[in-house]
């Protein structure tokens, strides 16, 4: 990944859809990043106001399903509670996500994702970490 930074991520040319590629050293940063990858494509604006925080255990089998299924909670969470998180302490076991997450109430958002899909996913190890490319359904 020349030129690219050891985390983050950019938005990928979709017909319909939106794509994100996202890279980081290691899984949990790679959660993270596809975290605020997601909200920056739908235009997330905070309120300033006080923090608050949601902790939660997701059990997994695999690094695709736990990705698919760690952005539908923030999606959910987005549209019901309208929280948008910036801080994540995110720890992996063999079969175990558990996740410590401090943000704020959104103000607005731009554009709305329907739903993260499975389309093309697949999370890759690299000579840097781990990359994937998500799509979500607009």
Not at 105 to 121: D, N, W
Request: negative net charge; hydrophobic residues 40%; contains cysteine.
């Amino acid at each position: 990944m020349k030129g690219e930074t050891l985390a983050g991520f950019r938005e990928i040319e979709h017909t319909a859809d939106w794509e994100l590629k996202v890279w980081a050293p290691d899984p949990p940063s790679l959660l993270e990043q596809a975290a605020r990858g997601m909200y920056n494509l739908q235009g997330v604006r905070p309120k300033s106001g006080p923090r608050l925080e949601r902790r939660y255990k997701m059990a997994y089998q695999e690094l695709e399903t736990l990705l698919v299924d760690f952005l539908a909670e923030l999606l959910y969470l987005l549209e019901i509670e309208r929280l948008a998180f910036d801080r994540f302490e995110l720890s992996l076991s063999e079969d175990t996500l558990e996740a410590v997450l401090s943000g704020v109430p959104i103000e607005s958002l731009a554009k709305e994702i329907k739903a993260v899909t499975y389309h093309g996913l697949e999370v890759r190890r690299t000579d840097c970490g781990f990359e994937a490319n998500v799509v979500f359904d607009v």
